[in-house]
């Protein structure tokens, strides 16, 4: 029997990230661990005109503690800015020439159109449209304290680590300025589904199969 996988709910997440998801019928979020900035967790990498941009949602700070000493579960999104109009704006203008944009255009921007008090509510949020987008018929549940013994799970959160050492190969797939700046590996999983529209559920299937071993 396989071992329960143990995930961290990020920004939309990165490709490789939804390859670990696609082997599991079920999965755990870490809710309780310690908020780590500059990762996938408020951040997620799209392929824009300029190359590689990255798109971060601004935490709320809690006046005498370092962000990195709040528990994930209680991060606050800092709504002061109009953050979501900016990332679906930077989403329109990388991506609106796509082959299928336009058909998930409506879904992704109802994320944007809603406030969220908490990080983790936006991720999950993301994740359950993300869900049916690629009909992964997948359940979840949130951890409520730290599991700090991952011997009875398979412990993918360091996927959520967006400066980690990155050596899963990743088929290539047409991406709107490859012409410019080449193929660029593993960034959010909407450059999946914007340049693959339905093909997305097979290109991860076929990767989750064959990359077993990497991940």
């Known amino acids: 029997m ?3 996988a143990i995930f961290v709910p990020c920004y939309f997440g990165s490709i490789d990230q939804w390859i670990a998801i696609f082997k599991y019928d079920e999965i755990l979020f870490e809710a309780a661990e310690h908020y780590q900035k500059q990762s996938f967790r408020n951040r997620q990498e799209i392929y824009s005109s ?5 798109l971060s949602i601004p935490i709320k700070h809690v006046p005498g503690r370092k962000n990195t000493h709040q528990v994930l579960r209680d991060v606050k999104i800092e709504n002061e800015f109009n953050w979501q109009k900016e990332h679906f704006k930077s989403l329109q203008i990388a991506y609106q020439t796509t082959p299928f944009f336009e058909f998930f255009e409506d879904e992704i921007q109802s994320l944007y159109q809603s406030k969220y008090t908490y990080l983790i509510d936006f991720n999950l949020a993301c994740f359950h449209v993300l869900r049916d987008l690629i009909d992964l018929p997948i359940s979840y ?7 700090a013994d991952s011997n009875h799970y398979k412990d993918y959160r360091y996927l959520a680590n967006a400066k980690r050492a990155y050596d899963c190969p990743l088929d290539q797939y047409n991406q709107v300025f490859m012409e410019k700046h080449g193929f660029i590996k593993n960034l959010s ?6 340049n693959l529209g339905n093909e997305t559920t097979a290109y991860l299937n076929r990767h989750a199969k064959k990359q077993f071993e990497h991940l």
């Open 2 to 4: 396989s071992k329960a």
């Open 141 to 147: 549940e949130t951890t409520n304290s730290y599991i």
């Open 50 to 54: 300029n190359a590689k941009l990255k």
């Open 189 to 194: 999983i909407l450059d999946l589904i914007f």
